[in-house]
T-cell receptor
Framework: SQQGEEDPQALSIQEGENATMNCSYK?????LQWYRQNSGRGLVHLIL?????REKHSGRLRVTLDTSKKSSSLLITASRAADTASYFCATDANPYTGGFKTIFGAGTRLFVKA | EAQVTQNPRYLITVTGKKLTVTCSQNMNHEYMSWYRQDPGLGLRQIYYSMNVEVTDKGDVPEGYKVSRKEKRNFPLILESPSPNQTSLYFC??????????????FGPGTRLTVL
């Protein structure tokens, strides 16, 4: 079953605006990662946040993690048309029950209008 | 160049005709994995391998087989493909298993159609 669930499913914004995507998960995790996918292509890693971290920045990306709510958010500031893509969160399964699986959510499709 | 390669990139086949999708990585990664991506469902893990000769099922292993005889290669085998296996398939690798601090590197994808 899918652990990571992103919302919204789709987001359309104007260039220059900020985009926020959320991810929820069900079990305890060691880390949570965000990936980006341009249409039909392979995923590219954006950022990893560990379970003992609350916030992390990388360029225009800001990720937060709330382990008490089992949720994370990805903020893209000052969006550009080139940010148009699908964004996925990924978590690791509990190794005692789920082995060494990686669980991806269904993704958020972001469209940035120029 | 560090990369994950998959072949073929596109494949149209018929029900029941065995096929193999190859995956190779040149980064000396221990962990390799296969995913399928279907509209609205995100990526679902089919099988993964923690090292040579060590493989385990993901969330949707039915109808698939894998092998890991060499560290760099992790082929996906469909012994008797069916139309519900029509999908976009991705191979990925990472230095160590999930739970560490390692990102997964993804191949370009294989678009499979089973008629």
């Amino acid at each position: 079953s899918q652990q990571g669930e992103e919302d919204p499913q789709a987001l359309s914004i104007q260039e220059g605006e900020n985009a926020t995507m959320n991810c929820s998960y069900k079990t305890s995790i060691n880390n949570l990662q965000w990936y980006r996918q341009n249409s039909g292509r392979g995923l590219v890693h954006l950022i990893l946040i560990r379970s003992n971290e609350r916030e992390k920045h990388s360029g225009r990306l800001r990720v937060t993690l709330d382990t008490s709510k089992k949720s994370s958010s990805l903020l893209i500031t000052a969006s550009r048309a080139a940010d148009t893509a699908s964004y996925f969160c990924a978590t690791d399964a509990n190794p005692y029950t789920g082995g060494f699986k990686t669980i991806f959510g269904a993704g958020t499709r972001l469209f940035v209008k120029a | 160049e560090a990369q994950v390669t998959q072949n073929p990139r596109y494949l149209i086949t018929v029900t029941g005709k065995k096929l193999t999708v190859t995956c190779s990585q040149n980064m000396n990664h221990e962990y390799m994995s296969w995913y399928r991506q279907d509209p609205g469902l995100g990526l679902r893990q089919i099988y993964y391998s923690m090292n040579v000769e060590v493989t385990d099922k993901g969330d949707v292993p039915e109808g698939y087989k894998v092998s890991r005889k060499e560290k760099r290669n992790f082929p996906l085998i469909l012994e008797s493909p069916s139309p519900n296996q029509t999908s976009l398939y991705f191979c990925a690798s990472s230095l160590t298993t999930p739970g560490g601090s390692n990102e997964q590197f993804f191949g370009p994808g294989t678009r499979l159609t089973v008629l």
